[in-house]
C-alpha cells in the first residue's frame, strides 16, 4: 500500500518565464528559491511547500474561465488578509472573483490562465 506522507510541490506551466516571475515574485510576494536544473523554470517557497514554474513558450491554458465558474484546476494559497489581497490584485490589472461559497476566498488567474485560490482561513484583522 503507498502511504503518503507529505506534500512536495505543484508544477505550474507557463508560456513566458518572465512575466510569470512577475507574478509570482511581485504580484503574489512569494520567496523565490534557487533551483539546479538546466530547464527554464522558476522555483517559489511557501513553508514546506514549493511551487515549481515550468516553461513552455507553446503553453495556452483555455480550459480556465473564472467569469463563469471557480470550479476549475487550481493551487490554494492560504493568505492573511482577504481585502489586502483582492486590492494588490486589482491594481496588477488581475481577474478577482470572489468564491461563491460565501466563504472568505477569493481566485484570480497568473498570466498564463493558471487558477490559484487564496483562501484567508483566519478572519480579517
Sequence with gaps: MIEVVGYLH???I???LDR????????LKL????????????WYQIGDFQI????????????VDL??????PHIALEIQDLDV??????????????SSS????????DPDGNAIELTCLLPSP
Design 10 to 12: 505543484a508544477a505550474v
Design 14 to 16: 507557463v508560456s513566458n
Design 20 to 27: 510569470a516571475i512577475e507574478f509570482y515574485s511581485h504580484t
Design 31 to 42: 520567496k523565490r528559491v534557487d533551483r539546479l536544473l538546466n530547464y527554464p523554470g522558476a
Design 52 to 63: 515549481h514554474l515550468i516553461e513552455d513558450v507553446n503553453y495556452q491554458n483555455d480550459r
Design 67 to 72: 467569469t463563469k465558474s471557480t470550479r476549475n
Design 85 to 98: 489581497a483582492k486590492q494588490q490584485l486589482l491594481l496588477a490589472n488581475c481577474v478577482v472573483k470572489m
Design 102 to 109: 460565501g466563504r472568505p476566498a477569493l481566485f484570480t488567474q
